[in-house]
């Protein structure tokens, strides 16, 4: 439909807008210098490992070791400690603040009472809620 295509397009000029934010630049950078880093992308790996074994064991109901949880909090530390892992984190913390920011601008788009209804003094409810 002649509909569907004018909203892709839109939602591409959209995608295009948000890609050329800093703060989608900055984590974009940030990203490919840790695929570089490899002293930091392996602390990065070995606390992503560590912490999903960790979930395993909790979700199994298996109890978590002392010595577990003492490495779990030393690679913790060193991944906040870290200068290049200290400026993704907080760099994916920017990029998910915008991106929160945009759904919440397009579910005000979605919910805004469409304006014929409106003028005609005739608000409709939505059928559901949609959860977006």
């Keep these: 439909m002649a509909e569907d295509y004018v909203l892709l397009a839109e939602a591409r000029k959209l995608g295009e807008l948000i890609g050329n934010q800093d703060a989608i630049k900055n984590y974009r950078e940030l990203s ?5 880093d490899i002293g930091a992308k392996s602390l990065l790996e070995q606390f ?8 395993m064991k909790e979700a199994s109901m298996q109890p978590i070791e002392i010595a577990e949880k003492q490495k779990a909090q030393s690679l913790q530390q060193s ?16 990029y998910m603040e915008l991106m929160r920011k945009v759904q919440e601008a397009i579910t005000a788009g979605i919910n805004q009472p469409d304006a ?4 005609s003094g005739q ?3 939505p059928a559901s809620k949609l959860i977006l």
């Design 116 to 119: 014929n209804a409106s003028a």
């Design 123 to 125: 608000i409709q409810q």
């Design 79 to 94: 991944v906040a400690m870290h200068p290049l892992l200290k400026k993704l984190i907080g760099s994916q913390m920017e």
């Design 32 to 36: 490919r210098q840790l695929e570089l």
């Design 48 to 55: 992503e490992q560590l912490m999903e074994q960790l979930a």
